[in-house]
């Protein structure tokens, strides 16, 4: 399994950014695929996920209402739509998934980084004031 991040980039303060993540080798059911994001010198924070079987989504309080995560599994392709971007958004952005355990297991939706066992590489978003 590989997961490619893409379209992060430089946006002024109120900008729009779209983030690409394709999954190769993947299976989208009973799983959950994610965004992280890790600003210099902080901790790796989670932003949001989707389950891949019911597309119920889940975002931290600090973009809710400003960022969407959608899934295109025809293009095995997750979507992070960021909106309304502050400067606290900067960060690097990861997308991330957990594997696929058989058509009986439906493994939750989770903010944990250690329930994902796929990392992409990262995307750079830089918002500045």
């Known amino acids: 399994v590989q997961l490619q991040a893409s379209g992060g980039g430089l946006v002024q303060t109120g900008g729009s950014l779209r983030l690409s993540c394709v999954i190769s080798?993947?299976?989208?059911?009973?799983?959950?695929m994610a965004w992280y994001r890790q600003a210099p010198g902080k901790e790796r924070e989670w932003v949001t996920c989707i389950n891949t079987s019911d597309g119920s989504t889940y975002y931290a309080d600090s973009v809710k209402g400003r960022f969407t995560i959608s899934r295109d599994n025809a293009k095995d392709t997750v979507f992070l739509q960021m909106n309304s971007l502050k400067f606290e958004d900067t960060a690097v952005y990861y997308c991330?998934?957990?594997?696929?355990?058989?058509?009986?297991?439906?493994?939750?939706?989770?903010?944990?980084?250690?329930?994902?066992?796929?990392w992409g590489q990262g995307t750079q978003v830089t918002v500045s004031s």
């Open positions: 991330a998934a957990n594997e696929y355990r058989g058509p009986f297991t439906i493994r939750a939706p989770t903010t944990n980084p250690e329930d994902y066992e796929y």
């Open positions: 080798g993947y299976i989208f059911s009973g799983n959950t």
